[in-house]
């Protein structure tokens, strides 16, 4: 296993961490390289050329990656998502497409683990298609297999099935005329006696606990 990564990989992981809406924020970016004991070189600059700099420094430096990955680990430790869980799977997804050329991943428990080298782009597009072909023959509705794109399973299943939850909420903002989204959108539209949607009569309680189940 190689002991540098790429100039072409880290500016990807920098990219990843980076990312104006799932990656880390300007301070956090600070408290981890301080942990790491990585130079800051231009703490001022955008987030990714902050990150960017700063990893391509300390590898030169050391002439090693072990801080950069050290710098992986401390970000995706679980326990700094425990107040907003939302941000593991986008930020942890991000990650992986940029250390998968290096043939690395990081795994649930946050650990870098060591994977089969990605090498092409077209296998994205093959995952794609195997995604689709096996959703379809379990007769999964037509609306979540258009969320089987190639840009969407490049990294991961992650962002297909995030992407077609997210549509779940779009249909019932479409037929219930409603504005709102999470919990309260769920609450006015599936709760109560006379729901907006009901998924079934209402009639006997096992119907009632079916319909409670599912909202």
């Not at 130079?39 to 002439?63: C, E, G, M, S, W």
């Not at 399973?153 to 099935?161: G, M, R």
Request: glycine letters at 6%; charged letters at 25%; a neutral charge.
């Amino acid at each position: 296993m190689s002991s540098f990564f790429t100039q072409g990989q880290l500016r990807a992981i920098a990219d990843a961490l980076g990312d104006t809406t799932d990656g880390l924020s300007g301070s956090e970016i600070g408290e981890l390289l301080a942990a790491c004991q990585m130079v800051d070189i231009d703490p001022a600059i955008t987030k990714r050329h902050r990150l960017y700099n700063a990893f391509a420094h300390d590898q030169n430096t050391r002439q090693a990656r072990t801080h950069v990955l050290a710098f992986i680990r401390k970000a995706m430790r679980p326990e700094r998502f425990l107040r907003c869980p939302e941000r593991f799977e986008p930020m942890r997804a991000l990650v992986n497409g940029a250390i998968a050329f290096a043939g690395l991943a990081v795994d649930a428990s946050g650990g870098i683990t060591p994977v089969e080298q990605a090498r092409t782009l077209s296998e994205a597009q093959r995952r794609a298609q195997e995604l689709r072909a096996d959703l379809a023959t379990r007769g999964v509705h037509p609306d979540v297999l258009r969320f089987c794109r190639e840009e969407l399973v490049a990294d991961n299943y992650f962002h297909a099935v995030l992407e077609a939850v997210k549509s779940i909420a779009d249909k019932i903002r479409t037929r219930t005329g409603l504005s709102d989204d999470g919990n309260t959108l769920i609450d006015r539209a599936l709760a109560g006696a006379l729901p907006m949607l009901a998924i079934n009569p209402l009639k006997s309680e096992s119907e009632k606990e079916r319909a409670e189940g599912f909202r």
